[in-house]
């Protein structure tokens, strides 16, 4: 079945310590989205990728980073984890940006983050 | 400003009855799309429904159906016959135009409970 995938499921990592979480797409997607989610909150747009082109969100703190490369697999680095950073991340994709097109999004598990 | 509400935190509903989920939002953009997902206690976001601005009838899908209200600006969710599984939360989002790209924004969300 096409879905989106994200590794690992959970994550512990400690303050200040670089982490990478991963997200894999089989639908073949332009988009790839990144949202962070803590608790009991709406997502939060981080970023996202249309294709190669990186559109980060203009309250996305400099700490959060993504790569993107080739159409499968996208990532979201954390520089150094602050404890306000521990939520849930979810990856998301959309077949494109068109205006007009349907654009529903297809989101992964999510990779919920532990910081120590 | 463009922003999406939902004023129910939490809901209770009997097992077979019918419930409804509160959302609006505030755009001046004519042209929008309106989304609901659910999202279970494993974290990921399904979509459920969409709603575009220009379409003339209320979306359904199964059991859910949205009570689109354009002059009211409202976009409310509608389950029918509810299920225990439909325990959730519910996320109302809407689909702008932002800088050339779309932007989704979502609600703070209403966790739905239902009763055997």
């Known amino acids: 079945d096409a879905m989106v995938i994200q590794n690992p499921r959970y994550q512990v990592t400690q303050f200040g310590k670089p982490v990478t979480l991963s997200c894999s797409q089989t639908?073949?997607?332009?988009?790839m989205y990144w949202y962070q989610q803590k608790s009991s909150q709406a997502p939060k747009l981080l970023f996202h990728?249309?294709?190669?082109?990186?559109?980060n969100e203009a309250d996305t703190p400099d700490n959060f980073q993504s790569r993107r490369p080739n159409t499968s697999f996208c990532f979201l680095d954390i520089r150094s984890p602050g404890l306000g950073d521990a939520a849930m991340y979810l990856c998301?994709?959309?077949?494109?940006?068109?205006?007009?097109?349907?654009?529903?999004?297809?989101f992964g598990p999510g990779t919920r983050l532990t910081v120590l | 400003a463009q922003k999406i509400t939902q004023t129910q935190p939490g809901m209770f509903v009997q097992e077979k009855e019918a419930v409804t989920l509160d959302c609006t939002y505030d755009?001046?953009?004519?042209?929008?799309?309106l989304f609901w997902y659910k999202q279970p206690s494993s974290g990921e976001m399904i979509f459920l429904i969409y709603?575009?601005?220009?379409?003339?009838q209320n979306a359904t899908e199964g059991r859910y159906s949205l009570n689109f209200q354009k002059a009211r600006k409202s976009a409310n969710l509608v389950i029918s016959a509810s299920q225990l599984g439909d325990s959730a939360m519910y996320f109302c989002?809407?689909?702008?135009?932002?800088?050339?790209?779309?932007?989704?924004?979502f609600g703070t969300g209403t966790k739905l409970q239902v009763i055997p």
């Open positions: 998301a994709t959309s077949r494109d940006l068109a205006q007009w097109s349907y654009n529903e999004q297809f």
């Open positions: 990728y249309y294709d190669k082109d990186f559109n």
């Open positions: 639908l073949n997607h332009n988009v």
């Open positions: 709603q575009g601005s220009y379409d003339q």
């Open positions: 755009t001046s953009d004519p042209s929008y799309g």
């Open positions: 989002a809407m689909r702008l135009n932002s800088g050339g790209y779309q932007k989704v924004t």
